[in-house]
């Protein structure tokens, strides 16, 4: 990493930006996260002016309400060796808070770390990416073009590049901050800094290359309900209450005050009081099934999608293991997420059910069967699959039924725009959904 490199011979400088003060190691190690982060988005290593002082003042030029430019330091006369380096900061400052465009990104930045991160991991890449094209385009023209980097042509150039740069970054870190709040709050710690730190340049390129903001719009506002764990007695659980017994592992403290003769009279008759102990029973996986057929091309697919998010929501939030396939007239790999999982696990399958393209026939015998199959090897309690489709396929409720049975499995089905008696057969619940709206995904989800 880079700030493995210079952090033995690292000495601190001021920020260019009013209030921030000294570049401390903690300020310095997060400027290096941010250009190691739009370094790998760029594929190369950045020029020389983009430094870990640049980044960490980029950084709070997005993460402050005000930032403004500390024009008391500006003033002060720099070794020259540092000149360059500081020029490069003042005008990158400089531009940022005179644009307009800040002010569109600052709505998802402001206070907040993780997404400040981002846009300027976002900002930085893009920016080097643009002057250095505009770098091998001056070059290409001719010597009459060295200079124009110099006065207020220069200038004005420079500007324009921060406006671009800004422009597409506003819509990275949109996605960013819902990408953020649709994991944050699936466990303790999720939704931390450090538990995003290692997946920040995941989420970005989550941000850039798929089709999540259509997914997590459609999720917009749906809130998972909350279903309250079941439990069961077990010997070795926490304290529910009292109850009377003849377990003496669970005896009372009260009752060693018992006379001996009582005691033992009170024992044979199963009459001791006795902590009653519970723990909570475990369930099976939720495991989705998408059909990607042709016919579910555009709506029909994104809503599938966040169908999918919302119950990988619900799986993390209960405790379950989570299961995706997608299936046409073949089934696809699964993705699999556990309980606990940590953040970049999760990315990775919101990742495999962003980019996904509808295409190809129908089989739903054969997925069916599969997911059987897995949450056999899976082991445990009752699993529910839910099956989003919609299309006809003749199937076998019979053989289907029993192979749901062996499984332990309950069939939520959820046909859109569409009808299939066989299913409806052999489903726990069956859906046919007609409007592609987020009230219907939380019915979907709605289940114990």
Known sequence: MRWAETRRSYKPKRSVIAGVGLIDEVRAYRGSRILDIASK???????????????????????????????????????????????MRLQVVSALTSSSNLWRVKPYTVADTVTSIVASASFIERLSRILSQESSGGSRGGEGRKDEGKGSRGESRFQDAVEKALEQVEGDVKTAKDIKRALSGLGAGKGSVLAFDESMEEVLRLARDTDISKVLEKIEGVKVPAVRSRVERYSKGWIEGVEVGGDLERLHYSQLALPWDYFLASFADSKLLLYKRVTTKSKGPIYVLMDKSGSMVGAKIDWARAVAVALLRKSTMEGRRFYARFFDSITHPPVSVKPNSR??????????????????????????????????????????????????????????????????????????????????????????????????????????
């Open 41 to 87: 988005l760029a594929g190369r290593p950045l020029p020389k002016p983009f430094t870990v002082e640049l980044a960490v003042d980029v950084f709070y030029s997005f993460n402050l309400p005000m930032p403004i430019v500390d024009v008391e330091f500006a003033k002060r006369q720099e070794p020259q060796e540092e000149l360059e380096e500081l020029q």
């Open 343 to 448: 953040v970049s696990e999760i990315v990775s399958a919101l990742s495999y059910l962003a980019r996904v393209k509808a295409g190809g026939g129908t089989d739903i015998s054969r997925a069916l069967i599969t997911a059987c199959e897995d949450i056999v090897k899976e082991g445990g309690n009752v699993s529910d699959i839910v099956l989003i489709s919609d299309g006809e396929d003749r199937i076998s409720p019979e053989l289907l039924s029993k192979t749901l049975n062996k499984a332990n499995a309950r069939l939520h089905t959820v046909m859109i725009q569409g009808h299939n008696v066989y299913l409806k057969q052999i489903s726990y619940r069956y859906m046919a959904v007609r409007k592609l709206e987020a009230k219907e995904i939380l019915k979907v989800v709605d289940f114990t």
